[in-house]
Protein backbone atom coordinates (compact mmCIF):
# COMPACT_ATOMS: atom_id res chain seq x y z
CA UNK A 1 0.00 0.00 0.00
CA UNK A 2 2.64 2.53 0.94
CA UNK A 3 4.41 1.37 -2.36
CA UNK A 4 1.22 2.07 -4.25
CA UNK A 5 1.17 5.50 -2.53
CA UNK A 6 4.35 6.69 -3.43
CA UNK A 7 3.75 5.78 -7.11
CA UNK A 8 0.73 7.70 -7.09
CA UNK A 9 2.75 10.96 -5.54
CA UNK A 10 5.32 10.55 -8.18
CA UNK A 11 2.40 10.75 -11.09
CA UNK A 12 0.78 13.30 -9.50
CA UNK A 13 4.20 15.18 -8.94
CA UNK A 14 4.90 14.88 -12.75
CA UNK A 15 1.90 15.97 -14.12
CA UNK A 16 1.84 18.86 -12.58
CA UNK A 17 5.42 19.46 -13.16
CA UNK A 18 6.29 17.81 -16.55
CA UNK A 19 5.53 18.66 -20.03
CA UNK A 20 4.68 16.13 -22.42
CA UNK A 21 7.92 16.28 -24.44
CA UNK A 22 10.09 15.42 -20.99
CA UNK A 23 8.03 13.10 -20.27
CA UNK A 24 8.41 11.11 -23.61
CA UNK A 25 11.79 11.70 -23.98
CA UNK A 26 12.64 10.57 -20.52
CA UNK A 27 11.08 6.86 -21.57
CA UNK A 28 13.09 7.53 -24.88
CA UNK A 29 16.10 7.43 -23.21
CA UNK A 30 15.24 4.94 -20.74
CA UNK A 31 14.05 2.43 -23.19
CA UNK A 32 17.16 2.55 -24.90
CA UNK A 33 19.62 2.12 -21.51
CA UNK A 34 17.00 -0.92 -21.00
CA UNK A 35 18.19 -2.44 -24.43
CA UNK A 36 22.00 -1.80 -23.54
CA UNK A 37 21.78 -3.40 -20.33
CA UNK A 38 19.87 -6.37 -21.56
CA UNK A 39 22.67 -7.51 -23.70
CA UNK A 40 25.03 -7.65 -20.83
CA UNK A 41 22.88 -9.88 -18.29
CA UNK A 42 22.29 -12.21 -21.24
CA UNK A 43 25.93 -12.46 -21.91
CA UNK A 44 27.05 -12.46 -18.06
CA UNK A 45 24.24 -12.98 -16.25
CA UNK A 46 24.40 -10.18 -14.05
CA UNK A 47 21.88 -10.06 -11.33
CA UNK A 48 22.66 -6.85 -10.49
CA UNK A 49 22.11 -4.85 -14.04
CA UNK A 50 19.03 -7.12 -14.34
CA UNK A 51 17.93 -5.33 -11.03
CA UNK A 52 18.37 -1.96 -12.53
CA UNK A 53 16.31 -3.04 -15.91
CA UNK A 54 13.36 -3.57 -13.01
CA UNK A 55 13.62 -0.47 -11.76
CA UNK A 56 14.07 0.99 -15.40
CA UNK A 57 10.33 -0.72 -16.33
CA UNK A 58 9.22 0.21 -12.93
CA UNK A 59 9.98 4.09 -13.52
CA UNK A 60 8.30 3.58 -17.12
CA UNK A 61 5.36 2.72 -15.89
CA UNK A 62 5.20 5.55 -14.13
CA UNK A 63 6.34 8.12 -16.74
CA UNK A 64 3.88 6.31 -19.28
CA UNK A 65 0.54 6.84 -16.91
CA UNK A 66 2.02 10.46 -16.02
CA UNK A 67 1.88 11.09 -19.81
CA UNK A 68 -0.85 9.35 -20.57
CA UNK A 69 -2.35 10.85 -18.38
CA UNK A 70 -1.14 14.64 -19.65
CA UNK A 71 -2.68 13.83 -23.22
CA UNK A 72 -6.09 13.01 -21.89
CA UNK A 73 -6.71 16.17 -20.18
CA UNK A 74 -5.20 17.75 -23.33
CA UNK A 75 -8.04 16.43 -25.44
CA UNK A 76 -10.57 18.93 -26.41
CA UNK A 77 -11.70 17.92 -29.90
CA UNK A 78 -11.45 15.24 -32.38
CA UNK A 79 -8.32 16.76 -34.03
CA UNK A 80 -6.60 16.85 -31.22
CA UNK A 81 -7.29 12.82 -30.94
CA UNK A 82 -5.49 12.73 -34.50
CA UNK A 83 -2.81 15.02 -33.31
CA UNK A 84 -2.26 13.52 -30.01
CA UNK A 85 -2.88 9.38 -30.69
CA UNK A 86 0.87 8.50 -31.98
CA UNK A 87 2.39 10.24 -28.59
CA UNK A 88 -0.24 7.95 -26.98
CA UNK A 89 0.87 4.93 -29.38
CA UNK A 90 4.75 5.99 -28.89
CA UNK A 91 4.37 5.76 -25.09
CA UNK A 92 2.92 2.28 -25.81
CA UNK A 93 5.88 0.74 -27.64
CA UNK A 94 8.49 2.09 -25.51
CA UNK A 95 6.58 0.78 -22.59
CA UNK A 96 6.27 -2.71 -24.75
CA UNK A 97 10.16 -2.66 -25.50
CA UNK A 98 11.14 -2.23 -21.69
CA UNK A 99 8.85 -4.48 -20.44
CA UNK A 100 10.26 -7.26 -23.33
CA UNK A 101 13.97 -6.30 -21.84
CA UNK A 102 12.64 -6.68 -18.21
CA UNK A 103 11.15 -10.03 -19.07
CA UNK A 104 14.67 -11.05 -20.81
CA UNK A 105 16.65 -9.84 -17.57
CA UNK A 106 14.45 -11.79 -15.31
CA UNK A 107 14.84 -15.03 -17.38
CA UNK A 108 18.26 -15.15 -17.35
CA UNK A 109 17.83 -14.79 -13.51
CA UNK A 110 15.79 -17.96 -13.29
CA UNK A 111 18.39 -19.35 -15.04
CA UNK A 112 18.11 -19.66 -19.14
CA UNK A 113 21.29 -19.35 -20.94
CA UNK A 114 21.31 -17.33 -24.13
CA UNK A 115 21.50 -18.57 -27.50
CA UNK A 116 25.19 -19.10 -28.65
CA UNK A 117 24.77 -16.85 -31.43
CA UNK A 118 23.39 -14.27 -28.84
CA UNK A 119 26.50 -14.80 -26.92
CA UNK A 120 28.36 -14.57 -29.97
CA UNK A 121 27.80 -11.49 -30.98
CA UNK A 122 27.58 -9.40 -28.03
CA UNK A 123 30.88 -11.77 -26.99
CA UNK A 124 33.15 -9.96 -29.88
CA UNK A 125 32.15 -6.41 -28.20
CA UNK A 126 35.61 -5.20 -26.66
CA UNK A 127 33.68 -3.17 -24.12
CA UNK A 128 30.92 -4.04 -21.45
CA UNK A 129 28.24 -2.23 -18.97
CA UNK A 130 29.06 -2.41 -15.74
CA UNK A 131 26.98 -0.69 -12.29
CA UNK A 132 28.99 0.63 -9.40
CA UNK A 133 27.88 2.71 -6.13
CA UNK A 134 29.31 5.38 -5.11
CA UNK A 135 30.21 5.22 -1.20
CA UNK A 136 30.70 8.05 1.38
CA UNK A 137 33.56 9.40 1.31
CA UNK A 138 34.99 8.73 -1.87
CA UNK A 139 37.27 10.25 -4.10
CA UNK A 140 34.52 11.31 -6.27
CA UNK A 141 31.61 12.43 -4.40
CA UNK A 142 30.95 15.21 -4.31
CA UNK A 143 32.53 16.13 -7.70
CA UNK A 144 31.03 16.73 -11.42
CA UNK A 145 31.85 14.07 -14.63
CA UNK A 146 34.27 16.76 -15.46
CA UNK A 147 36.08 17.12 -12.62
CA UNK A 148 36.77 13.40 -11.77
CA UNK A 149 37.86 12.64 -15.61
CA UNK A 150 36.75 9.00 -15.39
CA UNK A 151 37.46 8.34 -19.18
CA UNK A 152 40.76 9.47 -19.22
CA UNK A 153 41.56 7.63 -15.74
CA UNK A 154 40.04 4.91 -16.14
CA UNK A 155 38.66 4.42 -19.87
CA UNK A 156 34.72 4.17 -18.49
CA UNK A 157 32.15 6.16 -19.58
CA UNK A 158 28.92 6.80 -17.40
CA UNK A 159 25.75 5.55 -19.54
CA UNK A 160 23.30 6.94 -16.61
CA UNK A 161 23.39 7.93 -13.01
CA UNK A 162 20.50 6.38 -11.43
CA UNK A 163 19.63 8.26 -7.80
CA UNK A 164 16.90 6.79 -5.88
CA UNK A 165 14.20 6.50 -8.27
CA UNK A 166 15.20 9.04 -10.95
CA UNK A 167 17.67 8.60 -13.60
CA UNK A 168 20.10 10.81 -15.60
CA UNK A 169 20.23 9.39 -18.80
CA UNK A 170 23.51 10.82 -21.03
CA UNK A 171 24.70 12.93 -18.02
CA UNK A 172 27.36 15.79 -19.23
CA UNK A 173 30.55 16.99 -17.54
CA UNK A 174 28.25 19.09 -15.31
CA UNK A 175 26.84 16.50 -13.87
CA UNK A 176 27.53 16.28 -10.25
CA UNK A 177 28.26 12.49 -8.44
CA UNK A 178 26.91 12.46 -5.04
CA UNK A 179 26.85 9.52 -2.36
CA UNK A 180 24.53 6.91 -2.92
CA UNK A 181 24.55 7.12 -6.77
CA UNK A 182 24.35 4.20 -8.41
CA UNK A 183 26.84 4.78 -11.95
CA UNK A 184 26.02 2.58 -15.07
CA UNK A 185 29.02 2.58 -17.03
CA UNK A 186 30.58 1.02 -20.21
CA UNK A 187 34.17 0.10 -21.04
CA UNK A 188 36.76 -2.41 -20.85
CA UNK A 189 36.93 -4.99 -17.49
CA UNK A 190 40.54 -3.17 -16.56
CA UNK A 191 38.89 0.10 -16.66
CA UNK A 192 36.09 -1.42 -14.20
CA UNK A 193 38.70 -2.51 -11.72
CA UNK A 194 39.90 0.73 -11.77
CA UNK A 195 36.89 2.67 -11.04
CA UNK A 196 35.59 0.16 -8.21
CA UNK A 197 38.78 1.86 -5.83
CA UNK A 198 37.64 5.32 -7.17
CA UNK A 199 33.89 4.88 -5.85
CA UNK A 200 34.79 3.40 -2.81
CA UNK A 201 34.62 5.05 0.28
CA UNK A 202 37.72 6.53 2.64
CA UNK A 203 37.69 3.70 5.09
CA UNK A 204 37.96 1.43 2.09
Known sequence: MAHENMELEMIEELIKKSDVVELLSEMKDLTQLSMDLVYCVLLYGDEELADEIERIEERLDVLSIALKSKVALAIRSLEDVRQLLPIMELAESLE????????????????AEPHEVIK?????????????????????????????????????????????????????????????????????????????????????
Not at 96 to 111: F, K, L, Y
Not at 149 to 175: C, E, F, N, Q, Y
Open 96 to 111: VITDAAADVAETVEMG
Open 120 to 204: KAIEESEERVFRVEVEEGSEIAGKTLGEVKLASRTGMHVVAIRRGDRWIVGPDKDAEVKPGDVLIVRGPIEGYKALLELVKGGEG
